[in-house]
């Protein structure tokens, strides 16, 4: 039984250094995405941190509060969703293919 521990053990050691591993690899990740025809664009990293939003000038000559604020909304959104899809394919590569809930 002891034998069984100590496996669980360097089992639970080289999940931590997995996911470690993988917390890594999504802050590397460089996720884009565009709205309204490419006037607005917005770069986040594979944690989900937002890191740059652009507005075009047409855009923001338009004057029109409302389309702007859709676009971002669109915009943010989509890149949620991205995030989420480009973590998802990570994980699979840390976890061989195995689907474990909880961790995406």
Do not use: Y
């Amino acid at each position: 039984m002891l034998k069984n521990f100590g496996d669980m053990f360097k089992q639970a050691k080289e999940m931590k250094s997995k996911m470690a591993e993988f917390q890594t690899a999504m802050a590397k990740q460089r996720i884009e995405v565009s709205t309204g025809g490419g006037m607005v664009k917005i770069h986040a990293n594979g944690l989900n941190e937002i890191i740059s939003v652009k507005i075009d000038d047409e855009l923001i000559n338009m004057n029109d509060r409302e389309i702007l604020e859709d676009l971002i909304t669109a915009g943010m959104n989509e890149v949620n969703k991205k995030v989420k899809e480009t973590a998802q394919a990570e994980m699979s590569k840390f976890t061989g293919g195995l689907d474990i809930p909880g961790l995406t």
